[in-house]
């Protein structure tokens, strides 16, 4: 094959490049482009400079003109981006040209994809309507209880008898806060038009007291990203959340960088958005245990010393109320907690 790029390479859904002798790109195509998180003004440059965080294609590739035989992959995981760069999977197929060789790669992860958040969040939906239920089924004997104790309160005059009712009373009110917690915020978000950074900046400052000395925090702003319509409030709780989690959980010389993006053509839910913004609360501590990711966002679960495992349930609850979810993916020294919302909740195409 000669090296006469053309319409019709630019015309191709597959991502196509055509390198020379040294592994410079000559041509990509608008598929290759936008897979890669690059432009046209990649040619000329090196491929392991075009991908400065992967290591895999680069090896395939010289896997391949070293055997001069083409060469397939079903499936490989390309880190494409800026650093810290985001997993693409792909197939790939490397094949021998005149002066240099020609990639196609062919993007796999946008049905994988779907398919996982879609199962997330049918499956968190469940969890929210076991809550829910269950919630409902213990007010009524809790409200009971409170009611018995309140009137047995108000008949005994022994000082030692109303200190057990006192603590009865007590229990009682905060058994009946979780219920409500189970069940999930009484209203829906009060959404306006709101700037995430200005929420991420309040979460900052409320959270700055308990930072360390040598911890830092690191701010990575898209400052294009549009207005947001939401519930800021209940925004603030989830990042105050995420952020006092991964404050908790770094070293005390360590980091938690705080990144916002937008994904275009983005499906939530089932439901496809034109596009969405992504915020990353990401921590370099040692990471979420692997027998706690699974159930991750149910109630209770936790591996904090006295903490109730309710923060990230409640938090995942307060996204998908704004039709969104929150994701984690970690690894130790690099945990990421990404938040997905629509920029508005009747935008899809």
Known sequence: MAF????????LVAA?????????????NPAAA????????????????????????????????????PLAVAELSLLVGPPPGRRVAVSCDVSPAEHGL???LRALERRQLIAAETALW?????????????????????AGLQGAAQLLAAEIDRTDLREYLDVMLRETARLRELVDVLAGAPRPPRRA????HSVLEHVLRLLEPLRGPRQQ??????????????????????????????LEAIAETGTVTLRTRIERQYTLGGRRYRQVLKVDVEDDGPGVPA??????????????????????????????????LIEHHGEPGRTVFSVFLPFSSGENS
């Open 122 to 142: 049918e499956n968190q939906q469940r969890q929210r309507r076991l809550f829910q239920a269950l919630a409902h089924e213990i007010r009524n004997p809790l």
């Open 291 to 324: 027998e706690l990711c699974e159930r991750l966002f149910l109630p209770f679960s936790t591996a904090k010393p006295g903490g109730t495992g309710l923060g990230l349930a409640i938090s995942q609850d307060i996204v998908q109320q704004h039709h969104g």
């Open 34 to 69: 936008a897979l890669l998180e690059t432009s046209r003004r990649a040619i000329g440059r090196p491929l392991q400079e075009l991908l400065p965080l992967d290591e895999q294609l680069p090896a395939y590739v010289a896997r391949a003109r070293e055997q001069a035989e």
């Open 193 to 196: 038009s709101m700037n995430i």
């Open 102 to 104: 020609v990639l196609e």
């Open 217 to 246: 925090w690191k701010r990575d702003y898209d400052p294009s990203l549009p207005e947001l319509e939401a519930d800021e409030t209940r925004l603030a709780q989830v990042f105050l959340n995420l952020v006092k989690n991964a």
């Open 16 to 28: 196509v490049l055509l390198l020379d002798g040294q592994d410079r790109v000559v041509h990509l």
């Open 4 to 11: 006469s790029p053309g319409d019709t390479l630019d015309s």
